[in-house]
């Protein structure tokens, strides 16, 4: 599959699995969010997460990851240790804040493969950093701050 067609796919996809922008309230809004998003994710996906410091990153794979299995109080941001894994129903899921990647290269010590290609669901908060280690298949979020305590979680399209 050429580069375009794997991009097409993978917007395509995004569309299917995450077909409308949607507006939370709360913590617990953003979590039944990512519940209502993990029955349409599957092993070998990787989910981007776009979005400022507090924007509901965490929270939205938080619901996610209870969903499938994991104990939600378990799971937080990686933040200062770049990956967590954890083990859901589908498998292992794999939980990244590059954050702190400075270089790509960086990306590349850390086995980045392994969860990028795996059999694991992935989930990259900060991707911005990483953006060039991307698979096509990546589905992409982008979560922002709406004024007070709402949040927009919304598709995206891959960058050209």
Avoid: N
């Amino acid at each position: 599959m050429t580069l375009q067609r794997e991009e097409d796919a993978a917007r395509d996809r995004t569309s299917a699995v995450f077909s409308r922008p949607r507006e939370t309230a709360s913590e617990a809004e953003t979590q039944a969010v990512g519940a209502e998003l993990a029955p349409r994710l599957s092993p070998g996906d990787v989910v981007a997460l776009y979005g400022d410091l507090g924007a509901g990153k965490t929270q939205l794979v938080k619901g996610i990851c209870a969903a499938l299995g994991v104990d939600p109080t378990l799971v937080s941001s990686p933040t200062f240790t770049i990956v967590q894994e954890y083990t859901g129903r589908t498998g292992p899921l794999y939980h990244i804040d590059a954050y702190r990647i400075a270089d790509p290269a960086e990306f590349f010590e850390l086995g980045y493969e392994e969860y990028f290609y795996g059999e694991g669901l992935c989930f990259v908060e900060w991707p911005e950093r990483v953006e060039a280690l991307l698979p096509p298949h990546t589905l992409r979020l982008r979560l922002t701050h709406a004024g007070g305590d709402r949040r927009r979680i919304e598709p995206m399209a891959p960058p050209r």
